[in-house]
């Protein structure tokens, strides 16, 4: 292993590479100080040119750092992830047409590092199959891109997707510490991504691996348990003393999953408002032992309201990013989480949840259609994508989509137990086709799976291919009030029921009490 400066680093990638660079969301293990580098190298330099860049999750602050950094005309040629919304000034430069773009679901492009590193054809999975990343469709193009990478193939009489591999110049990795062999250890940070495949994909490429560390320690003084990169796998390494542990958190232990986090969050952080509703009604869904996803947005409430019911520890929630068990962190440390069972690495988790692992997800849905069809990356002007919504939707046994009937300028309240709605939203959420598909109602009901999509005052499920409503607050008319709203006359179930009135009162909805029966 070789000791250079970032900038050294970066000099190091040939016009026309394909760089793969780890991380995920809002710095969350991210190598920021190559990514800042190869800034400055290329804007002095005009090299390397004509890049193919590779992340998993987007990565950046969903204002200036990350890859919107690398939003410069003739850097790139083409970009592969799963979610360019928190990069937006790259996703200005995609929509303008000046880079090729790719989205991919988050899984399948992690589980794809361990296929390069294998010298497999690629990933084969069901994953994507009949939304927008199949090629009958998009095939996850995005900007200027043009060239199919993914396709449908036959085995065993059942169709499936592959997506492509292809060979990797340059992985960009992060840790903790690096001893002067080059050793590499994670201790510090709050995800482990892939950083092991990314190496070995390179190396195995006939690529190189440049590793990003905070401190250098002596040979030696690494217990070999703790590697996670062996020093064969890396050529070169730099030190940044100033690296954080997200762009948000310069460092916490119970991210690191070194110490207990003792201060819960309590019933005070979560407002009786529209949104708890919605995540209260979610929850309902829930049974003690289940195996849990949680979305972003509404959905990350639902473990601050199982921790005010007293249930935090009757499910095991998960964390796509790696985290099992525990509580997932919020906001734009999301991804992170605390009081864990355990840390493992990305693809492992996305094997679990494509094999049919999660018992429940909850998950935002922007648009659905009347054949159950979700859209949750292709709306408004900007260029989004779906993380790792495709596996987690289309692998769990039941999914709960959560959001309100109709968003802009949507006024409803709480008052006396009940809702009111004072001022509607000016856009349909349910329409008569979504603009783009990221989960398959079709899929899901050729499979059998449980869907449930919530909204403040009805609630429908998928039953024999068709969204039927199968439940409504009291008080509300189903056709003045709800289907009046929607873009679809939904099916109505014969035994239409009244939500649960706890949805909407003060206090815990004794949800303790109820998962301490079920376990009996």
């Given at each position: 292993?070789?000791?250079?400066?970032?900038?050294?680093?970066?000099?190091?990638?040939?016009?026309?590479?394909?760089?793969?660079?780890?991380?995920?969301?809002?710095?969350?293990?991210?190598?920021?100080?190559?990514?800042?580098?190869?800034?400055?190298?290329?804007h002095?330099?005009g090299?390397?040119r004509?890049?193919?860049?590779v992340?998993?999750?987007?990565?950046?602050?969903?204002?200036?750092?990350?890859?919107?950094?690398?939003?410069?005309?003739?850097?790139?040629?083409?970009?592969?992830g799963?979610?360019?919304?928190?990069?937006?000034?790259?996703?200005?430069?995609v929509?303008?047409?000046?880079?090729?773009?790719?989205?991919?679901?988050q899984?399948?492009?992690?589980?794809?590092?361990?296929?390069?590193?294998?010298?497999?054809?690629?990933?084969i999975?069901?994953?994507?199959?009949?939304?927008?990343?199949?090629?009958?469709q998009?095939?996850?193009?995005?900007?200027?891109?043009?060239?199919?990478?993914?396709?449908?193939?036959?085995?065993a009489?059942?169709e499936?997707?592959?997506?492509?591999?292809?060979?990797?110049?340059?992985?960009?990795?992060?840790?903790?510490?690096?001893?002067?062999d080059?050793n590499?250890?994670?201790?510090?940070?709050?995800?482990?991504?892939?950083?092991?495949?990314?190496?070995?994909?390179a190396?195995?490429?006939?690529?190189?691996?440049?590793?990003?560390?905070?401190?250098?320690?002596?040979?030696?003084?690494?217990?070999?348990?703790?590697?996670?990169?062996?020093?064969?796998?890396?050529?070169?390494?730099?030190?940044?003393?100033e690296?954080?542990?997200?762009?948000?958190?310069?460092?916490?232990p119970?991210?690191?999953?070194?110490?207990?986090?003792e201060?819960?969050?309590g019933?005070?952080?979560?407002?009786?408002?529209?949104?708890?509703?919605?995540?209260?009604?979610?929850?309902?869904?829930?049974?003690?032992?289940?195996?849990a996803?949680?979305?972003?947005?509404?959905?990350?409430?639902?473990?601050?309201?199982?921790?005010?019911?007293?249930?935090a520890?009757?499910?095991?929630?998960?964390?796509?990013?790696?985290v099992?068990g525990?509580?997932?962190?919020?906001?734009?440390?999301?991804g992170?989480?605390?009081?864990?069972?355990?840390?493992?690495?990305?693809?492992?988790?996305?094997?679990?949840?494509?094999?049919?692992g999660?018992?429940?997800?909850?998950?935002?849905?922007?648009?659905?259609?009347?054949?159950g069809?979700?859209?949750?990356?292709?709306?408004?002007?900007r260029?989004?994508?779906?993380?790792?919504?495709?596996?987690?939707?289309?692998?769990?046994?039941?999914v709960?989509?959560?959001?309100?009937?109709?968003?802009?300028?949507?006024?409803?309240?709480?008052?006396?137990?009940?809702?009111?709605?004072?001022?509607?939203?000016?856009v349909?959420r349910?329409?008569?086709?979504?603009?783009?598909?990221?989960?398959?109602?079709?899929?899901?009901?050729?499979?059998g799976?449980?869907?449930?999509?919530?909204?403040?005052?009805?609630v429908?499920?998928?039953?024999?291919?068709?969204?039927?409503?199968?439940?409504?607050?009291?008080?509300?008319?189903?056709?003045?009030?709800?289907?009046?709203?929607?873009?679809?006359?939904p099916?109505?179930?014969?035994?239409?029921a009244?939500?649960?009135?706890?949805?909407?009162?003060?206090?815990t909805?004794?949800?303790?009490?109820?998962?301490?029966?079920?376990?009996?």
């Amino acid at each position: 292993m070789k000791l250079v400066s970032a900038e050294d680093a970066v000099r190091l990638v040939p016009d026309g590479a394909t760089v793969i660079i780890g991380g995920s969301g809002a710095g969350h293990a991210v190598p920021q100080r190559f990514i800042d580098a190869l800034e400055t190298v290329y804007h002095e330099q005009g090299h390397p040119r004509d890049l193919t860049t590779v992340r998993v999750v987007g990565i950046g602050d969903f204002a200036d750092r990350g890859f919107s950094q690398l939003a410069i005309p003739g850097l790139m040629r083409r970009t592969i992830g799963s979610n360019i919304g928190n990069e937006p000034r790259l996703a200005e430069l995609v929509a303008g047409g000046n880079v090729e773009a790719y989205s991919f679901p988050q899984g399948v492009l992690s589980q794809l590092c361990r296929e390069i590193a294998a010298g497999r054809p690629g990933v084969i999975s069901k994953v994507g199959l009949h939304t927008y990343v199949d090629p009958r469709q998009t095939g996850g193009k995005q900007g200027s891109a043009t060239e199919d990478l993914v396709e449908v193939v036959e085995l065993a009489g059942e169709e499936w997707l592959l997506y492509r591999s292809f060979p990797i110049d340059v992985a960009v990795i992060r840790g903790s510490s690096i001893d002067r062999d080059g050793n590499l250890t994670l201790e510090e940070e709050a995800i482990n991504g892939e950083m092991l495949a990314m190496a070995m994909a390179a190396h195995n490429s006939g690529g190189i691996a440049i590793a990003q560390a905070k401190t250098l320690v002596d040979s030696r003084s690494i217990a070999p348990r703790r590697v996670h990169v062996p020093a064969a796998l890396i050529d070169v390494a730099f030190i940044d003393p100033e690296q954080t542990q997200t762009y948000l958190t310069e460092y916490s232990p119970h991210y690191a999953g070194v110490q207990w986090r003792e201060d819960q969050p309590g019933a005070d952080l979560v407002p009786l408002d529209v949104r708890k509703v919605i995540a209260r009604r979610s929850l309902l869904e829930f049974q003690p032992g289940q195996i849990a996803n949680l979305g972003f947005g509404i959905s990350q409430l639902i473990g601050a309201i199982a921790q005010e019911e007293g249930v935090a520890d009757r499910v095991v929630l998960t964390v796509e990013q790696g985290v099992f068990g525990g509580v997932p962190a919020s906001g734009n440390d999301g991804g992170a989480g605390y009081n864990y069972q355990a840390l493992i690495d990305q693809p492992y988790m996305f094997d679990f949840y494509d094999g049919g692992g999660l018992d429940i997800a909850s998950l935002s849905f922007a648009e659905v259609d009347e054949r159950g069809n979700v859209n949750v990356h292709a709306f408004g002007n900007r260029l989004r994508g779906p993380g790792g919504f495709p596996n987690i939707s289309g692998g769990a046994r039941k999914v709960c989509f959560v959001g309100t009937l109709t968003t802009g300028g949507l006024d409803v309240s709480i008052q006396d137990g009940g809702l009111v709605v004072r001022t509607e939203g000016r856009v349909r959420r349910f329409v008569e086709q979504v603009r783009e598909v990221s989960f398959s109602g079709f899929e899901a009901a050729t499979g059998g799976q449980k869907v449930r999509y919530i909204t403040e005052r009805a609630v429908f499920a998928l039953i024999d291919g068709r969204v039927t409503m199968i439940e409504i607050a009291a008080g509300l008319d189903p056709e003045s009030d709800v289907i009046a709203h929607m873009g679809f006359r939904p099916a109505i179930s014969p035994q239409l029921a009244t939500i649960d009135p706890r949805m909407y009162a003060d206090g815990t909805m004794g949800l303790h009490d109820r998962f301490a029966e079920e376990e009996l």
